[in-house]
């Protein structure tokens, strides 16, 4: 292999990195829905609220700050951020490939059919 064309790493590496972010976040509200159901937020919520309140305030509210649309919105931020910078190493990737294969000749492959 002399030469990987850098658009066409680009295009797989984009939808390769697309289908993983949707992966995440869909992987992200099962995992919320099941500790939810589970009663782990309420249980750990009410001890640190009780840890960091006072008599004169109820604490840091975990169950709020851990909602489900606060935990999408920060899983889809960082699939974005995800999918931009997989998508801009490969395709970097792709290019030091190139330079270097044009130096060392690249990467010889032998197929060969089972019998």
Do not use: H, R
């Not at 680009?10 to 992200?28: N, P, Q, R, W, Y």
Request: aromatic residues 8%; hydrophobic residues 55%.
């Amino acid at each position: 292999m002399a030469k990987a064309d850098p658009w066409s790493v680009m295009k797989v590496s984009f939808l390769l990195s697309i289908a993983l972010g949707i992966c995440t976040i869909v992987a992200s509200a099962v995992l919320w829905m099941v500790m939810d159901a589970m009663g782990v937020f309420s249980t750990v919520g009410g001890t640190i609220s009780e840890a960091t309140g006072s008599n004169g305030s109820n604490g840091f509210d975990l169950q709020s700050f851990l909602s489900l649309p606060n935990v999408l919105m920060f899983t889809t931020v960082i699939a974005v951020i995800d999918v931009v910078l997989a998508t801009a190493l490969a395709t970097l990737g792709a290019f030091i490939y190139n330079l270097s294969a044009g130096f060392v000749g690249g990467v010889e492959l032998t197929l060969a059919e089972d019998e």
